[in-house]
């Protein structure tokens, strides 16, 4: 060992090792962070479908595919950095002498060709990722980043590092076969033979190189470990976990998405009718009041800002973005971990569980931050502003487009529950609908004996279930098919294909009730729980004694196809759902219903959130236009998964939308672009958001909003009245 090895030796064992102290100090403070969330058992389930769950979204990177340039090359950067730490290992021996290398498989040629292709691949992929990183700036001259509030320092600082450990990986391989000490042959490593050419024959180069490459992974490891809120960098380790712990790991997209994650208390489903304020949790009113899971998925946020370029709220110039959201809650639980780590903290009555001993030692900044509310404006001091909270829609674009399965939908909706259920606080013009829920049944304080109305004229007998002896469907006709005078067409459109199709069905009548949807949505379980609750008791009596297989219903809302399916069975209600469409595409398919007259003027669909992202029926309705229209469906740009929100869900039907544009105008503006006069929808919420977005655009004469059941009517029953327009309640 010269004396230029002993240098190396030394200094790159210091580095490493100071490096390898932070690293585990910051691994034990990012452990202790996340275990101050509340239970949450359930996420140790289904060990094996969760294991390879993970290894399909990592190592098949499915999630990040969806945008295939960008996920290829993170990729090849990631394979880059797990493979070439072997690499980086190698250079512990290098720096000792020049002809050093990894015991066993370091003198391997197909190690040597991996190592290489992987290496000039992660190079093209690191650059890739840095020239689309710089293209799309926050600073940059028009349109909105998705990098607008990201720590843009970090993203640069981490791409530079990458870029410069995979550079110096192939200097040190250049200085090997200069001084020949490198024995793979130029077929392997072509690469490293032509950078070995332009070097000089200095023996030293490859201990410095070595050392050199140490130093900047270990400078890397250090910055990253004193940033322990460098989401960017450590989502390279917690991706791992926090996908395997996702909530639905059979979820063909995000786990977040469909049903709602139910209220608990200390990892318990709550019962409302034991609860107690004072010593059950009601929602989130603390950051530490999240599941340890909640507290995983911020700190694993990659601040790629996918979530945000998705957000109807963020596009429409509201202040919500998913990513700034998550962000906040990351920065404000880091920041508030001293105080809550030595003792401190509220109880459910707001008092301080912290003595005045515990607490003593505890950093002004971190005392600080636990006065902070966590919902507040600025004024305030609040971590997030209510405004944020209450801009959401619920359509789930952030939890399907989040590469690292963040579920920001359920997140939102438990700090919602407690400003409901516990501070009253909510948008004021939702506290009608609420008070319609609880004294009416449905959100529009319609008299229930009305329900029915719609079955008025008909020209044939709808039946009542109790009135008939079997049925195959229960018609689950949804607060606004009957009351709604749009949603009404939609209903009576369904159930005149039905009868023409043969399929018995029956619907419940007045013995419906509201679903719960938008109660639930908007924060009040409470609500949701109570019409539930009446609505399982009353279908469970209308299946008695069918099996699950044969509980079918059948709903054109869906919201309600949605609490049906996927929220009821946490209250003991089984049943097999199905959305209209689904069901009018199987009668078409099975020639039960055939289409005859094509719809003029060209159609184009606009997908439901509950009904595509959520729950990702996109080929029925589509199936059905087809049919009907004997020809091709004109897409929006925004399609399918990437579907734009019409701005109804979360209960935002009954608030008014007073910042920045309307989402349903920017979604009726794209709609209207494609030429099609016809606009398909298949939920009552998207047909009265677009249509007073027609409206307001002054576009009523030419572009209709109508549900794909209706389209396929005007097919199948050219002579069947389309019945004049209607005045609808106004949507907030």
């Known amino acids: 060992m010269g004396s230029v090895q002993i240098v190396t030796t030394i200094l790159a064992a210091a580095i490493t090792a100071v490096a390898v102290w932070l690293a585990v100090r910051a691994v034990m403070k990012m452990t202790a962070v996340i275990r101050l969330g509340q239970p949450a058992p359930e996420r140790f389930a289904d060990k094996g479908a969760r294991t390879t769950k993970m290894l399909v979204e990592t190592v098949g990177h499915t999630r990040m595919l969806k945008w295939s340039v960008v996920g290829a090359a993170h990729w090849?950067?990631?394979?880059?950095?797990?493979?070439?730490?072997?690499?980086?290992?190698?250079a512990y021996f290098e720096v000792v002498t020049p002809g050093g290398g990894l015991p066993i498989i370091g003198h391997w040629t197909v190690f040597g060709l991996a190592t290489e292709w992987i290496g000039i691949l992660g190079l093209v992929g690191i650059v890739v990722l840095m020239a689309i990183r710089l293209r799309n700036r926050p600073t940059r001259p028009g349109g909105l980043s998705r990098f607008t509030g990201s720590t843009m320092w970090q993203g640069y600082f981490v791409e530079w590092v990458v870029l410069l450990v995979l550079i110096f990986g192939f200097v040190i391989r250049g200085f090997k076969v200069a001084t020949d000490h490198f024995e793979y042959p130029v077929w392997a490593t072509p690469l490293s033979h032509a950078v070995g050419a332009a070097l000089p024959a200095w023996t030293a180069g490859v201990s410095v190189a070595a050392l050199i490459k140490i130093m900047i992974s270990m400078t890397w490891l250090i910055v990253i470990s004193l940033n322990v809120t460098m989401g960017v960098a450590w989502h390279r380790f917690l991706a791992f976990p926090n996908i395997f712990f996702k909530r639905d790991p059979e979820?063909?997209?995000?786990?977040?998405?469909?049903?709602?994650?139910?209220?608990?208390?200390?990892?318990k489903p709550l019962d409302f009718e034991e609860a107690d304020p004072e010593k059950d949790q009601f929602g989130v009113a603390q950051v530490e009041q999240f599941t340890w899971k909640g507290l995983l998925d911020f700190s694993t946020c990659t601040e790629c800002g996918r979530c945000q370029s998705q957000c109807p709220a963020w596009n429409t110039g509201k202040p919500l973005s998913p990513k700034l959201l998550v962000l906040s809650l990351r920065d404000h639980a880091y920041a508030k971990a001293p105080y809550?780590?030595?003792?401190?903290?509220?109880?459910?009555?707001?008092?301080?569980?912290?003595?005045?001993?515990?607490?003593?030692?505890?950093?002004v900044l971190a005392m600080a931050e636990a006065d902070r509310p966590l919902i507040g404006t600025a004024e305030e001091g609040g971590v997030i502003d209510p405004d944020v909270l209450w801009s959401c829609t619920t359509c789930?674009?952030?939890?399907?487009?989040?590469?690292?399965?963040?579920?920001?939908?359920?997140?939102i909706v438990d700090m919602r529950r407690y400003q409901v259920l516990i501070e009253s606080s909510f948008p004021s013009e939702a506290g009608v609908m609420l008070r319609n829920l609880e004294n009416k049944g449905n959100p529009w304080g319609a008299p229930q004996n009305t329900r029915e109305d719609w079955t008025k004229g008909l020209g044939f007998e709808v039946p009542r279930v109790g009135e008939v002896e079997d049925f195959e469907y229960l018609f689950w006709v949804g607060c606004a098919g009957a009351f709604e005078d749009r949603a009404k067409k939609t209903t009576r459109a369904v159930a005149t294909l039905l009868n023409e199709a043969g399929v018995s069905f029956a619907i419940l009548g007045e013995g419906e009730t509201c679903s719960g949807d938008p109660a639930r949505r908007i924060g009040n379980e409470f609500v949701f729980q109570m019409l539930a609750q009446q609505n399982v008791e009353t279908l469970n009596e209308a299946f008695e004694g069918r099996e699950k297989a044969?509980?079918?219903?059948?709903?054109?809302?869906?919201?309600c196809f949605n609490t049906l399916g996927n929220e009821y069975g946490q209250l003991g209600g089984e049943f097999e759902v199905v959305h209209h469409t689904q069901l009018l595409a199987h009668l078409v398919s099975a020639g039960k219903l055939t289409p005859v007259q094509p719809v003029d003027g060209g159609v184009t669909y606009h997908d439901p959130c509950y009904l595509g992202r959520h729950n990702r029926i996109f080929a029925a309705p589509r199936e059905v236009l087809g049919d009907s229209m004997q020809g091709e469906l004109t897409e929006m740009p925004r399609n399918s998964e990437r579907s734009f929100c019409c701005g109804a869900g979360g209960a935002r039907m009954w608030m008014e939308e007073k910042i920045g544009k309307r989402i349903n105008v920017d979604r009726v503006e794209e709609a209207i672009s494609t030429g099609a006069k016809t606009i398909a929808v298949g939920c009552p919420f998207c047909s009265t958001m677009l249509n007073d977005g027609v409206n307001g655009k002054g576009a009523g004469e030419d572009v209709e909003v109508v549900d794909v059941a209706s389209v396929l009517l005007r097919s199948v029953?050219?002579?069947?009245?389309?019945?004049?327009?209607?005045?609808?309640?106004?949507a907030g």
């Open 396 to 411: 789930g674009a952030c939890v399907e487009q989040c590469p690292v399965d963040i579920e920001h939908v359920d997140h």
């Open 340 to 363: 809550l780590l030595a003792g401190g903290g509220k109880d459910l009555t707001g008092e301080e569980k912290g003595t005045e001993e515990q607490l003593a030692g505890v950093d």
């Open 251 to 267: 979820k063909p997209a995000g786990s977040g998405l469909g049903p709602l994650r139910p209220m608990t208390s200390e990892g």
């Open 717 to 730: 029953k050219p002579e069947a009245p389309a019945g004049e327009p209607e005045t609808a309640p106004a």
């Open 76 to 90: 090849f950067v990631m394979v880059g950095f797990i493979v070439l730490s072997l690499l980086v290992l190698e």
């Open 550 to 559: 044969k509980r079918k219903i059948v709903a054109t809302c869906p919201h």
